[in-house]
Structure formats: C-alpha cells, structure tokens
C-alpha cells in the first residue's frame, strides 16, 4: 500500500536553531513530493514541492526540503527556526500514475519553536 | 485562503441529522476535493471531482455524498450525521494542468452529539 510517514509526532527546537522534520514514503515509481503547514484555526498552506531535477528544492518562509531517492525521503528543513514557525507540518505525496492528482498524506509533525 | 471559502466555520449538530458542508472557489480550477482531518491521521480523501460531470470517490466515502453544482462549487453532505464524523473537513482545488499543488479553504469544524 502506498504511505507516507512522518516519523515524529512533536519536534521542538528553539530558536535561532536549525530544524529538520521528517517525511519517508512509500509508493511506486518516482513520486510528486510537497510540505504544507498548517497554522491554528486556519486551512493548509503549501510550502515547497519536488517535481523532478535538483534534489534540494526551496519554499516559501526560507524552508527547503531534501528529496533522497534512495531513502525514499523528504526531509523539511531551515538553517533558523523562529517562533512564528510554530505550526503543523504535513508532508504529502503524489504518486506519478494517479488519476485526479489525489495526495497522499502523512499524520503530520507538530513543529514548537521556543524563545 | 480566501480563494477557497467553506461554510460554515464551525457547526454542531445532532445524530441522524443531514448537514451540508459547501465550498467555493474563484481560482478557476478544474478539480476539487473534500478531506477529513483527524488528529494524528493527517487528512484523508473524502470525495474528488476532475469536473462538473465527474465524481470520484476517496478511501474514506462511506456515509457521505458530494454534488459539484458548478466548476467553482463542490458541496459535501452527510445524509445521517454520526459522531464519529466529528472532525474537521476541508475542501481543496488544483488546477490538474501540472502544478499539481493543491489549495485549500480554511476548513469547517463539525461537531455530531
């Protein structure tokens, strides 16, 4: 079955440290890879997304993620956390032979960013 | 996003009752879906439509139904309200012309006593 996992239900960090949230899938051929977040009481906002060519891809609020075919990974990522970073973080997968461009979620990762 | 907008915000209701759940978008795009999010399950795929004429459903569909009335307008029902619909549902849209990213509205929160 395909999935995507998110290994960490809580990261916290503080700030003015890097972060890193993690995002392993699984599914067949080579995938559509995106991070959303998500802030309290509103909808998910798209960060970044890997289509094909270069493995880091960059996003929005000074995030990038690191596509890693051979560990079938998407690792969300940025050299300095801030506060306002605090938020739930979804990683999601497209698989390339889907119909409809249905995504593929994982549980999501609550990121806390402290002073 | 306010290029997505779901009513209501938030709605408690009992069970056994029909509720609509609706959403619009003005984006312009083909394709729309409804999700449910429940904490620690991220979100699942309740129903897609590619166009007014086409409807899908999701991996979770059971107990509920959509109409899509226009290009800019997907509204999800739940004939017989249970509680463990309880959840907060979101509808998204994605233009399917290969940017594949999908937008979504702000979401409803739906509460069945």
């Known amino acids: 079955a395909q999935s995507v996992a998110q290994p960490e239900d809580q990261v916290n960090v503080a700030e003015g440290n890097p972060l890193t949230v993690k995002c392993t899938y699984s599914v067949s051929g080579n995938p559509y890879l995106f991070w959303y977040v998500q802030y309290p009481n509103r909808g998910l906002q798209f960060l970044l997304k890997y289509i094909t060519g270069d493995n880091l891809v960059k996003g929005s609020y000074g995030f990038e993620a690191e596509f890693n075919k051979s560990q079938t990974s998407f690792h969300l990522k940025k050299p300095s956390a801030l506060v306002s970073d605090s938020a739930l973080y979804f990683c999601a997968v497209r698989p390339l032979y889907n119909q409809g461009g249905k995504l593929i979620f994982g549980q999501g990762t609550e990121l806390s960013v402290k002073p | 996003d306010a290029d997505v907008t779901q009513t209501p915000r938030n709605r408690i209701t009992k069970t056994g009752k029909r509720i609509m759940l609706e959403c619009s978008q003005t984006k312009g795009h083909d394709r729309m879906y409804w999700y449910r999010q429940d904490p620690g399950l991220g979100l699942r795929l309740i129903y897609y439509s590619f166009d007014v004429k086409d409807i899908n459903k999701g991996e979770i569909s059971d107990g509920y139904s959509v109409s899509r009335q226009a290009q800019a307008k997907f509204s999800l029902s739940l004939e017989s309200a249970i509680p463990n619909q309880t959840a907060l549902y979101f509808c998204?849209?994605?233009?399917?012309?290969?940017?594949?990213?999908?937008?979504f509205g702000p979401g409803t929160r739906l509460t069945v006593t």
């Open positions: 998204a849209t994605s233009d399917g012309t290969g940017s594949y990213e999908q937008y």
